[in-house]
């Protein structure tokens, strides 16, 4: 029997995001020595980027805490990545972090980002910070502005 999917149609809902061995990102980047090298699932069915990550000793603040710029990396990473779902470039306008619970560097975490509206060339997403029992330990909110190509053509 002939299948009438499209390749479309037979695209995975998940893609696993590596950090790219050209990339100096501090965050996601595979060149940077000194960076952390996050990979996240883009889950293109809840168009939801997810990281599961145990940070360990080297990004605490005190007490096998995470120090609080790392959570900011952390929401500022996979909030960024939600962009990929318009298929556009965008910066970091704003972001403010919410710090709900201390957050453990020896535990598994979860980090999921989200979109919420977008007006013009300015996207908002959300992010999110779980403990394996999926309490909120921080949450993250972004504007994002599209740059390059997507940018010119007024978005």
Known sequence: MKSTETSEERKPATMTLAPNPANQCFGCGGANVDGMKLTFVQDDEKRRI????????????????????????????????????????????????????PVSVREEIVVEGWET???????????????????????????????????????
């Open 50 to 101: 997810v990281g599961r990550f145990v940070l360990g000793e080297r990004y605490q603040g005190g007490g096998g805490m995470a120090h609080g710029g790392i959570i900011a990396t952390l929401l500022d990473e996979a909030m960024g990545k939600v962009c990929r779902f318009r298929e556009v470039r965008a910066v970091t306008a704003e972001l403010t972090v919410e710090y709900l619970k």
């Open 117 to 155: 509206e977008q007006k013009g060339r300015n996207l908002f997403h959300v992010g999110e910070v779980r403990n394996a029992a999926g309490d909120v330990l921080a949450r993250g909110k972004g504007r994002f502005v599209i740059i390059g190509e997507a940018a010119r053509k007024k978005v």
